[in-house]
């Protein structure tokens, strides 16, 4: 009779705690968004229910860590000051309570938004001197071009120095810049 009232009370007390935890079981972060444009970009998200903090984790398209916010008490971040124009990153989100915390979200993968400013726009397009072309962000299109061959000297010396085609000269990835100048 006292195997079967232990058995008794060990099984409650494992049916209250499941209760407790399926009650104070924290949903995942969902509407994960990149907002804004220019000088201020802030990660978002949407509240979730019982939440008291929450843990965001943002990193480079290569998975390298860029940030981890252990306990921030918003749903969004400014991150500004941490990506740069151009380049692709990802977060996620958990949700947590003082006693436990939740799933992590699914990463959301963004592009920062390259902001070219009017200076940069009103600059001539210098293809003969190749000290002069502007590969640290998007200045050129290839309205800006003549001939096929200024845009691809432009396009090689961005290549080489920046490693991509930082003003979208090529539209199809053949190496090829503005084909519609030839």
Known sequence: MKKLL??????????????VYAVNKLAKPTNLQLEGSGETL?????????????????ITQDVELVKK???TTT?????SALVEQG???????????????GKWSKYKQFEVPIVVTEEEEEQ??????????????????????STQAEAQSV???????????IHRLDSDNDDVACESLD
């Not at 749903?75 to 991150?79: D, E, G």
Request: proline share 2%.
């Open 155 to 165: 396009y090689n010396t961005c290549m080489a120095e920046v490693g991509k085609d």
């Open 87 to 101: 380049s692709t990153y990802k977060f996620k989100v958990r949700a947590c309570s003082e006693s436990n915390c």
């Open 42 to 58: 802030t990660l978002t998200w949407d509240v979730v229910t019982n939440a008291d903090y929450y843990t965001v984790r943002l």
């Open 69 to 71: 916010w252990k306990k």
């Open 6 to 19: 232990l058995l008794f009370a060990v099984l409650t007390a494992l049916s209250i705690a499941s209760s």
């Open 124 to 145: 001539p397009v210098p293809v003969e001197n190749n000290n002069s072309i502007i590969c640290s962000s998007d200045t050129y299109n290839c309205a800006d071009f």
């Open 75 to 79: 749903t969004s971040l400014n991150i």
